[in-house]
């Protein structure tokens, strides 16, 4: 398989010119298109699986540092994904701090804590599907998510 050294965008075979970019192509020993320049040296589905390694951080790694189409969909989906769910997290415990402020902390504190480990445990199955699922070269699109990340990595 050939990619783009400049965009990394997938190129047709015997391509002497990116399709995406424009960009001219040089061919390696052998005949075959060098691997993207832009890229960070993984297979794709190893580096697809890696955007979800550590959540958001990871995702926003290989966003910046890898080019390949595959790859900044993955890791823009762990962001978006991973991002919302701290964010999620955030919004909880200062829901709780409120409520406990103002007198009803029990029932803050009890929302919260119901919440959290259902949070938790939906995040651990989306972590571990998408892993599996990016693992095995698939384009796997969270519900609503994967949309937004569709947008943010450029199709």
């Known amino acids: 398989m050939a990619f783009c050294a400049k965009c990394g965008a997938q190129l047709a075979a015997g391509a002497t010119f990116c399709s995406a970019c424009g960009a001219a192509q040089t061919s390696s020993a052998g005949g075959a298109q060098a691997a993207p ?21 990871t995702g926003l790694v290989f966003f910046i540092t890898d080019k390949r189409p595959f790859v900044r969909f993955h890791a823009a989906q762990a962001m978006v994904t991973f991002g919302a769910i701290c964010v999620l997290y955030v919004l909880l415990a200062i829901f709780a701090s409120v409520t406990l402020a103002i007198g009803i902390g029990v029932i803050g504190t009890l929302i919260s ?5 259902l949070i938790g445990l939906a995040s651990l199955i989306a972590w571990i599907l998408c892993m599996v699922k990016a693992y095995g070269g698939e384009r796997f699109k969270l519900p609503f998510i994967g949309d937004i990340a569709e947008n943010i990595a450029g199709k």
């Open 113 to 117: 804590f119901a919440l959290v480990p």
């Open 37 to 57: 320049a832009a890229g960070t040296g993984l297979e794709e589905n190893v580096a697809g699986l890696l955007c979800y390694a550590a959540w958001w951080i």
